[in-house]
């Protein structure tokens, strides 16, 4: 729910082909304009979208109170301006969000596409990368990026905070914090700053995210809502709510105009606290003092709040406000009304709104289906699921693996067992996977069963899709067969269980003292086991070391 922090700036600089970087207050910023170009590719079409143009305008009049306007405005304009450039090049994003099903890599695509004859620019480029990684594409953008860089195609800070962030998620934090350190200082500026720190954040990696916030502070860079924004959601996922209300405390002293966003979690904070007239305070200030921050999203959170305190006719009061608010050409909008319709029972504004995105939009896309999906499963509507099912089979023209997990899960959760698995199939006819989410749920579904062999089958052949450490069984999944095999007092399906762990780096050191408990409750013993944790670098406790004198004893 939560935006994160270099998206709120990135798209303003992509969408006016520049910078966008703050200095001292957040009523005073500066357009710095990009300079030069160093792309060997045709230059940016100098022919503005019209949204292009109205967002021009909107800056020169009055920039910083667009900045202002939060989280979600900043999203929807970039949306939009995607949306329209993709219009005019729709190929290549569909070959390039295509690659999930059918394989290959970005570089590729994009060379062929480009071999073809095709003209190909930063702008559509980058838009690419943004629908992809709004859609958790986060390797084919970043593959896309690192294609631009090898065409010397120029980067702004933008740029960089969006790199940042897309390393961070395929390669690890420690990849981000290189790239960043690797940044020179020109580089270093609010977006690539506030890029790094969004990483920390959604790590959760509170020192490291209070250090670097204070080095912004030291720069100015944390003088807008943007930084505080940030460490606030850590304090959220942290569970420490009540540290959020003094952030806003804190800006308010500054001068810093809390934005959408900020009122947003400022509520959820209150209500974390289970001090809903604190949420609704906030709510009042909110239409008091900044009228022109308050939309659908502000309502969408409310009504949130008023879902999980129980408070339903509150709930459809604030769903109302949300339709008022909303634009009809907002799928999120749409989105958030059928989830939180369906979080209160109500199936028939579920199919209301469903009917309305339809018919607002020419084209129902993925996104939309998954959420139909999951609030028509969430009603236990097992009827409207399989229509709508059935539906999205028939029109799809981009396969996405989410929904078939979607519907497997739904399947077997119903008990219908066949269903899940022609679902599986069909998703295996329609890309080249890997489906390791949708075996890990036959797994679990078969382990919950007790049907040990079935589920060994499903993890096997998980197991032989992993390449590069893409998946492992969750902890619980491990547990729960490695438990099963000592009540069966079965060592061997224990040691053929541990066998497949390794394969793929699993086994570890809870593994290990489970696989011992099997060998000491069916009174084996291993003459092997102690070299064998040796070479597998187990790191031993007290209770290891005990059960290891058991089964192997010196």
Sequence with gaps: MFQNFFTQIGHYGLLQNGVLRWRGSAKRCVLLRKQTSCSPLPTLNPNKSPIEERLGKMMAKNPCRLISAGVLLARRFCTAAAASRSVRHPRLY?????????????????????????VVTKLELTACIKELRKYHKFQHALEIMEWMENKKIFFNHADYALRLDLLSKTKGLAAAEDCFNNLSLSARTLETYGSLLNCYCKENMEEKALALFDEMDDLDFASTSLAFNSIMS????????????????????????????????????????????????????????????????????????????????????????????????????????????????????????????????????????????????TLNDLNGFQICFEEWKSSCSSFDVRLANCAIRAFLGWGMIKDAELTLHWAGKRSSGPFFTALDTFMAHYLKERKIDTALKYMEEAASEVKNNEWQPAAERVTAFLKYFEEEKDVEGAEKFAKILKNFGGLDSNAYQLLLQTYVTAGRTAPEMRKRMREDDIQMDSELEDLLQIVCPE
Excluded at 100 to 116: I, M, P
Excluded at 303 to 321: D, P
Excluded at 342 to 361: H, T
Excluded at 371 to 377: C, V
């Design 234 to 377: 850590l304090f959220m996922r942290l569970g420490k709510p009540e540290k959020v209300p003094p952030l806003v405390d804190e800006m308010k002293k500054r001068s810093i105009s809390p934005d959408t966003f900020t009122y947003n979690i400022w509520m959820q904070s209150y209500a974390r606290l289970n001090d809903i007239d604190g949420a609704e305070r906030v709510m009042e200030e909110l239409k008091r003092e900044n009228e022109d921050k308050l939309n659908w999203t502000t309502y969408s959170n409310l009504a949130v709040i008023y879902v999980k305190a129980r408070l339903f006719e509150k709930v459809k009061l604030a769903l109302k406000k949300l339709e008022d608010e909303m634009d009809s050409h907002d799928r999120e909008a749409y989105h958030f009304l059928i989830s939180l319709y369906a979080g209160i029972n109500n199936l028939n504004e579920v199919n209301r709104v469903w009917d309305s995105l339809k018919s607002a939009f020419p084209k129902t896309t993925n996104m939309s289906y998954l959420k139909m999906f999951q609030a028509l499963i």
């Design 94 to 118: 569909r070959r390039l969000s295509a690659l999930g099903a059918t394989g290959g890599s970005a570089a590729d695509t994009l060379n062929e596409y480009v071999n073809e004859g095709k």
